[in-house]
């Protein structure tokens, strides 16, 4: 099946499969401070149509579809809203911003289209923080499923070393959310979290593993969809602890800094790489882990 890219120039590139819009990419968007302002995709739909991602819930605003979002990097947030800290969530001036620098590459070559994007992170002051090179990638994967391939190497060039961690790594218990965030629709709370173990509930939060699915259904149709993240067997903490939600909401995290901080000295860079498989239809437990598959077989 045929990719396109339609780039809507100083903000946005979407990716269709013929008739089907898959997803834009929003590169520069219009968000306020407090929410951390980043790159974010939404919406997101399957080959079929259907809507799988949330932009901007009531309850965290900061939540935007698909989006690689950090809450602790040294003294910065990166995820949006408050800060755990000293026991509590406090609104603190630490919002920082993932902001646009150039598109480095848009390319649309039959059964796969690529973005290559360069972002610079800043303090909420401004200052300097991280400088990120990242690059998306699509195809079809089977008649039903396509797969997102997120890549992002990140440069620290704050002056001094960074600490990567999360809530649980600052005293909030089974809270270590932060990394490649997928938000799902409002009707898949109370849907299945799928692990190569078993399907389940929010009991398998903070469960190590090579990928993670969520199985949902939707309003108004009463169809259901899948979506299968797996993380890149070279990244760091390989295999994550995954922060995913049914009974408040819909979400999936492979999140590397869950319940240890990662260290990252200035001048270094930290690399990840996952997929996210995205099909029409509850592929059940044994399909959803061929979707795995398939993603394993994108990042190669």
């Not at 406090?90 to 646009?100: E, I, P, T």
């Not at 909030?172 to 078993?198: C, D, H, K, M, V």
């Not at 990928?211 to 009463?222: A, L, S």
Request: aromatic share 10%.
């Amino acid at each position: 099946m045929t990719l396109q890219a339609t780039h809507t120039v100083g903000k946005s590139v979407t990716v269709a499969a013929g008739d089907a819009e898959l997803f834009t990419y929003v590169y520069r968007p219009d968000t306020p401070v407090l929410e951390s302002p980043k790159p974010y995709l939404h919406p997101i739909r399957t080959l079929g149509g259907a809507l799988v991602s949330l932009y901007r819930p009531h309850d965290h605003v900061w939540h935007k579809g698909i989006a690689w979002s950090l809450p602790h990097v040294g003294e910065h947030n990166f995820w949006g809203g408050p800060t755990f800290t000293d026991g509590r969530y406090r609104q603190l001036d630490n919002n920082g911003s993932a902001v646009h620098r150039e598109m480095t590459n848009l390319t649309a070559d039959g059964g796969r289209a690529g973005i290559g994007h360069a972002l610079d992170w800043t303090s909420q002051a401004g200052a300097p923080v991280i400088e990120e090179r990242r690059a998306l990638s699509a195809s079809v994967v089977d008649d039903g499923a396509w797969a997102l391939v997120f890549e992002t190497v990140m440069t620290n060039v704050s002056g001094a070393t960074l600490d990567f961690g999360s809530p649980t790594t600052k005293g909030r218990e089974n809270a270590g959310y932060g990394g490649l965030f997928w938000r799902g629709p409002r009707s898949f709370t109370g849907g299945l979290i799928q692990s190569p173990a078993g399907a389940g509930g929010d009991e398998l939060r903070g469960m190590r593993a090579e990928w993670f699915g969520f199985r949902g259904r939707h309003d108004e149709t009463g169809e259901h969809s899948t979506i299968v993240m797996v993380d890149d067997t070279a990244n760091p903490q390989h295999p994550p602890q995954w922060f995913a939600r049914t009974e408040m909401f819909a979400c999936l995290c492979p999140a590397p800094f869950f319940s240890e901080e990662v260290p990252l000295p200035d001048g270094q860079s930290l690399s990840f790489r996952y997929a996210v498989v995205i099909a029409d239809g509850d592929r059940g437990e044994d399909g959803t882990a061929k979707l795995a598959e398939l993603g394993r077989e994108a990042l190669r």
